[in-house]
């Protein structure tokens, strides 16, 4: 290992490799193949024998299938894999296939190769973007390969403003919830550790608050208008319901899903209680999202529903419709229950912690 | 007595460099101590990261970066240890491993050891 002291790779060739390594192990990844270094061909082979083993790591630890149902079906109903509502005998779900592959593609790729430093906003529109040109690349390659599979061009165009919006919001949530377990890091038995830890959470929490706030208003205003001007009574019966349980969930986490401060300025044991009882309080509002978040919005989706079938005479379609909003419940609600039970590890290692100090 | 977590060959041969490493365990110094170990068998770069990610998942390993050294172009080591809950399984997999052992021996003759390294 001595003679490697003066022997470095060519910094083309240690640029070109960079670039291949996902960020979140690019350092000890690049290190080790230049420890390693003999010559730029056993260097190059060297990376060529170990990047598919590194990037399909990194693919493991990054995926999530959950969230990538969340980017992927949404993107095929703005696809139009849902068909269009008069018609009903169509095969729209193939021709809505490729441009979701791609999406999928982009998202799985994205996130492995996501920096595990630099949560930004930028990142989540880098995600989305990377998403939608995915799509479109489908789309061409398609327009050489089998031209009667191409999408309509105002269908793409809608599905990648649509793509582009979910894919956004929905990267926007997670960042930097992946990546390493952070083993020996999340110390919640020192007094910096707990502060780091609280200082998160409560950050967290805000930002989800005022996310879920603006998200309810913002149904509260679409289908306040839709109210307004709507066509027949039973769609805007749907529409009042809608309002009614965005507000009830604005006032569910405007009052239950605060999260109130943990005094850091005194004892560690206290503190550490305190935190405990506000991760609990969390817990148990994720625990219970089916009745305060899904039940309140359910009975506007039936008349809505329903709204839809009688004014089109043809049920298929406002059920295919009701179908996908069930389908992202579901996706929902697991979401929660993941996050809850994160926080049931956090609150069980705080448990353990507080034990020992008695 | 808490279950220890089920370990494969692969798993092993590299939980006990680990091991055997100590503060020296990162992965070129893991990966050459993994191929003495696993002779004549070959075993790749890649395939001990990808272990040694599934290992510190199930925390059985944790890993911290190291300061930069020049021999490595100012790069850091992803320096690797051993968790309690890792030594656990590699015992439990040290005592299967010598009860299969034993086993062999009975059927085999005493001598099995020597005469299958010679093939």
Known sequence: MAESLNVKPPPWLEFLVSRLVPPACREHVLGDFSERYTSPLQYAADALRTLPFVIAGQIRRTSDSLRLLMCVIPAFVFFGGLGRPDDVDSVAWLHA??????????????????????????????????????????QAALATIHPQWVLAPLTVLGGSVGTFVTVFALRSVSSGSDLRPALATDDLTSIDGLVRDVRQFERRIRERNRREVLAGLFVVVGFGAYLWRGP????????????????????????RGVAHPVPTDGALSAAMAVYRRELERQR??????????????????????????????QPAPALRGFGFVLLIGALIRQLNQRAARKLQHKIDRLTAALENQE | MARS???????????????????????VTIHARVKE???????????????????????????????????????AKRCYRLEAAGERALRDAALASQRMSAALTDVWGTKWERRWQKV
């Open chain 1, 97 to 138: 296939l490729p441009p979701t592959i791609g999406v999928a593609i982009a998202v799985v790729l994205r996130s492995a190769y996501r920096s595990p430093d630099n949560a930004s906003s930028r990142q989540a529109v880098a995600d989305a973007a990377a998403a939608v040109a995915c799509a479109l690349l489908s």
């Open chain 2, 5 to 27: 977590e089920a370990l494969g060959t692969f798993e092993q041969l590299v939980l006990t460099a680990v091991l055997a490493l100590g503060d020296r365990a990162y992965g």
């Open chain 2, 37 to 75: 170990l696993a002779h004549p068998r070959n075993a790749s770069l890649g395939a001990v990261y990808v272990t040694l990610d599934r290992l510190e998942d199930k925390r059985l390993v944790s890993s911290r970066l190291s300061d930069p050294t020049p021999e490595r172009g100012g790069r």
């Open chain 1, 284 to 313: 148990d509002l994720l625990r219970t999202v089916t009745w305060w978040y899904l039940l309140p919005l359910l009975p506007s989706m039936v008349v809505l529903t329903l709204g839809q079938a009688i004014t089109r005479s």
């Open chain 1, 232 to 255: 027949e009574l039973v769609s805007r019966i749907g529409c009042g319901l809608a309002m009614t349980g965005a507000l009830f969930i604005i006032y569910r986490i405007r009052t």
